[in-house]
């Protein structure tokens, strides 16, 4: 079910965008569970906006693919196929590792000590047993390195993978139940110090497809 959430009014931005990134952040961070069943008048009445920023927003994020609609209007988060886990593990291995090399030339030590702190959030999310904690901070944690990239439209196809995959991480993790944090984000950020792109490569890559590709076991 969707929590109450009412948006406040935005002198710049529509309501249906405020509403469309409302629910993008909330889909991504894993928020809802897969396959989990929404109506575009429970949305809206949770944000207290109309039926038309509703069916707007939801019409934007059915076509990114973080939304599914039937013909008979239903509306859900994707449940994924195995074939679809896999898929998208597989654009993450194509796409991160490439934002990450090219963000290389331009981790700086702040950069650098920024990721590091985001990690030990990661970390005490862990401890918590938050699964959306741990699904928000590890985005927060690659995104940061990703921006460095300065490849905008690279960064948007992850973060469409992203989205897609974002019910689907949060209930992973909470069938884990792991109690410590990504080796593979400790190899990260030792890459970033040592300048090591292959290094960083394999450890990005290792990185965003072990958790998705757990799935499939």
């Keep these: 079910m969707i929590r109450p959430r009412p948006i406040q009014t935005d002198l710049v931005l529509p309501a249906h965008e405020v509403l469309y ?21 429970g949305i809206a009445a949770a944000h207290g906006v109309s039926m038309t920023p509703a069916r707007e927003a939801v019409r934007r994020l059915v076509a990114e693919g973080a939304l599914k609609m039937t013909q008979s209007g239903r509306v859900s988060t994707p449940d994924l196929s195995n074939e679809r ?13 490439e934002l990450a090399a090219r963000a ?4 700086h030590a702040a950069l ?6 985001i990690n030990a959030t990661v970390d005490q999310m862990i401890v918590k047993a938050d699964s959306t904690g741990y699904v928000r901070t590890n985005l927060e944690f690659h995104r940061l390195l990703y921006l460095r990239a300065q490849a905008p ?9 992203w989205l897609q995959a974002g019910p689907t991480m949060r209930a992973l993790y ?14 990260i950020l030792a890459c970033l110090r040592a300048g090591d792109e292959p ?4 450890a990005v890559r290792a990185d965003v497809t072990n958790g998705l590709r757990m799935l499939l076991a």
């Design 85 to 97: 886990i896999e898929e998208l593990a597989s654009l993450r291995a194509l796409l991160e590792p």
């Design 104 to 107: 290389l030339p331009r981790a």
């Design 112 to 117: 650098i000590e920024r990721m590091s702190a």
């Design 21 to 41: 990134r409302a629910l993008r952040t909330r889909i991504m961070h894993g928020e809802m569970e897969p396959g989990e069943s929404l109506t575009l008048r």
């Design 153 to 161: 439209a690279m960064l948007a196809l992850t973060e469409t993978v």
């Design 199 to 202: 290094g960083l490569r394999l």
């Design 174 to 187: 909470q069938r884990l139940r792991r109690r410590q944090g990504s080796e593979h984000h400790r190899t």
